[in-house]
């Protein structure tokens, strides 16, 4: 056994992460109310006052990320056009949109420039020209990921690897992490559905620690690919990629998206895996929906291929390095394998 894990009548009780060491005890959670954390969502609200025409127009007029103020951002780098992407589902609601997706660099770079050979290597992706959802009935009905569709979200990805070519011919990058967030819970700073890609001199310390527990306990990951099984954890399998509930994520709610066998960089994963790959994440995005959600997609050639998402509507409750999971999540996953097949 190289994760330390102890299970009682074949139910988890706790697992340390052999990555950070914080344990997560598995305990009951359904007497516990979220009325305090799940308050204040107006979007919640069954019946949200009527939108005035005007408030939509000053969101977007105020929003750097929108179509017509590109001139408020820094110079763009790349795009993809309408004519690349022939099926975008915006095409209808933005006559004569410019691109559908576009990267700049981010006016406040993650890291110094003078780390990265004096250049900003932290990029923004917007994801689509779109604000709003169609029909908004409330300033929060704001577009999100999954309601791009899959097929987008597999050309923001193809559009992330163009742009981490770009990103790796600096020398002095040596390791580039893709960071989403979304929804304010999550920290998300601007409403417009982006992503951040964020280029490194040496891998970002979440990634070192992943790699140096590599180091020290190989095949840890196997090992818990056969526990959430096991557990009932599994979500989706597809060829090389797998992607579960993870026991040992950041928040009560997490989820890994992993290839196993393979030890490298999505610039040089062949398109057909790349696909499986961004398929397999949309599709937990998809379940989350326009819930407030974080996830990072991490590579190293140490290390196995994967992305972490975290579901952020629940309470954040890391007590001295302990977590909480719900003794509900084998049942959760379960509804959540049907919600997929349905779709
Ligand atoms: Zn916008
Ligand atoms: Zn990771």
């Known amino acids: 056994m190289i994760l330390e894990y102890e299970l009682r009548d074949d139910a988890l009780v706790w697992i340390k992460s052999p990555v950070t060491g914080v344990i997560s005890y598995v305990v009951d959670v359904r007497g516990k109310s979220f009325a305090f954390t799940l308050g204040g969502r107006d979007e919640l609200k069954p019946d949200p006052p009527p939108l005035e025409p005007e408030t939509l127009h000053n969101a977007i007029r105020a929003c750097p990320f929108c179509p017509g103020n590109e001139h408020q951002a820094p110079p763009e780098s790349l795009r993809l056009t309408p004519a690349e992407f022939p099926g975008w589902t ?87 992490v893709v960071r989403k967030n979304q929804g304010r819970e999550s920290g998300a700073s601007q409403p417009h559905p982006h992503q951040q890609l964020i280029g490194s001199p040496a891998p970002l310390p979440a990634v070192e620690a992943e790699v140096r527990a590599q180091h020290e306990r190989p095949g840890w990951w196997p090992e818990l690919l056969e526990l959430v099984e096991r557990l009932g954890l599994l979500i989706e399998r597809d060829g090389p990629v797998v992607s579960y509930s993870s026991p040992i994520g950041a928040f009560p709610r997490s989820y890994d998206i992993v290839m196993p066998d393979y030890h490298g960089l999505l610039v040089d994963l062949p398109e057909v895996d790349l696909q499986r790959f961004a398929r397999a994440l949309y599709r937990i995005l998809r379940i989350l929906g326009p819930l407030p959600l974080d996830y990072e997609i991490h590579q190293d050639p140490n290390l196995p291929l994967h992305a972490h998402v975290n579901g952020r509507l629940y309470p954040y409750s890391n007590v001295a390095g302990t977590l909480n999971l719900p003794s509900v999540l084998p049942q959760n996953v379960a509804a959540l394998r049907k919600a997929l097949t349905r779709g």
């Open 90 to 176: 915006g095409a209808a609601q933005i006559e004569g949109a410019g691109w559908v997706i576009r990267a700049f660099n981010n006016l406040f770079p993650r890291i110094p420039e003078a780390l990265t050979g004096g250049r900003n290597e932290s990029w923004v992706v917007v994801e689509d020209p779109r604000h709003f959802l169609d029909r908004p009935r409330s300033i929060n009905d704001l577009t999100f990921t999954a309601a791009l569709g899959e097929r987008h979200f597999l050309e923001l990805i193809k559009t992330d690897v163009r742009l981490m070519r770009e990103i790796f011919a600096n020398s002095s990058v040596h390791s580039v």
